[in-house]
């Protein structure tokens, strides 16, 4: 039932990616989705990856990081 929100969120969050695209608030909320959700877990990757790049986030991001490096057996 909770991954039904997830999903959800995630369209909703794909949407707003599109109207404002590489903000990093939004990105931070989709790897999320696809960090809980049950589903393929290192999608979140490549939002992770972009918001180090960008050199402004909390240091939750690192744990998020590494969750998805770990799906992705790295």
Known sequence: MAFEHYTCALKELMVLDKQ????????????????KYDGDRTKALPYLEFIVKEGKFDTEIYLMLGLAYHANEE
């Open 20 to 35: 404002k695209p590489k903000n990093s608030k939004t990105y931070e909320l989709i790897a999320e989705c696809y960090l």
